[in-house]
């Protein structure tokens, strides 16, 4: 919730709403896929770089339309706007502390397919969101 509160406040009503909205569709989507997509033998390094990848172009249409799926992705716009920070390395160091987190709880062959996907993810948006590019109102 602390994050909503920093939207609402720092980036406003249209910032928080589309982002809303983008939690939203995501849910929906994510809850119908199993019924359209199925996956029998993937390997995870593929699925992790594949992952990375499309995460990464959902995200930068986000961005650059002024929304966000929630949590540290709010943070990241709000740090880019307020101090120049590039969001792709600004949750890159937040996803860093919460696997450092993980490591102590969670199998490290999944924790590092997790983080070859959250690099991919977020050097793809370090690489490819900047506020010198199309950014929609």
Same mark, same amino acid.
């Given at each position: ?47 992790? @770089? ?10 930068? /249409? ?12 709010? +943070? ?7 101090? #120049? ?15 450092? @987190? /993980?490591?102590? !709880?969670?199998?490290? #062959? ?8 959250? +690099? ?6 370090? !690489? ?10």
């Amino acid at each position: 919730m602390p994050f909503y509160l920093l939207a609402i406040l720092r980036m406003g009503w249209a910032f928080t709403i589309k982002t809303f909205g983008a939690i939203t569709g995501l849910s929906v989507l994510v809850s119908l896929q199993g019924r359209w997509v199925t996956m029998v033998d993937l390997h995870p390094g593929y699925a992790a @770089v594949a992952g990375g990848v499309l995460v990464g172009f959902g995200l930068l /249409g986000l961005f650059r339309h002024r929304a966000s799926l929630g949590g540290i992705g709010i +943070l990241a716009l709000y740090l880019q706007d307020r101090m #120049g920070w590039r969001p792709g390395l600004t949750q890159l160091v937040l996803d860093l502390g919460i696997f450092a @987190v /993980g490591m102590f !709880v969670l199998p490290w #062959g999944a924790m590092a397919w997790s983080l070859l996907g959250a +690099l991919v993810l977020n050097l793809f948006l370090t !690489v490819n969101h900047r506020l010198d590019r199309y950014i929609a109102r």
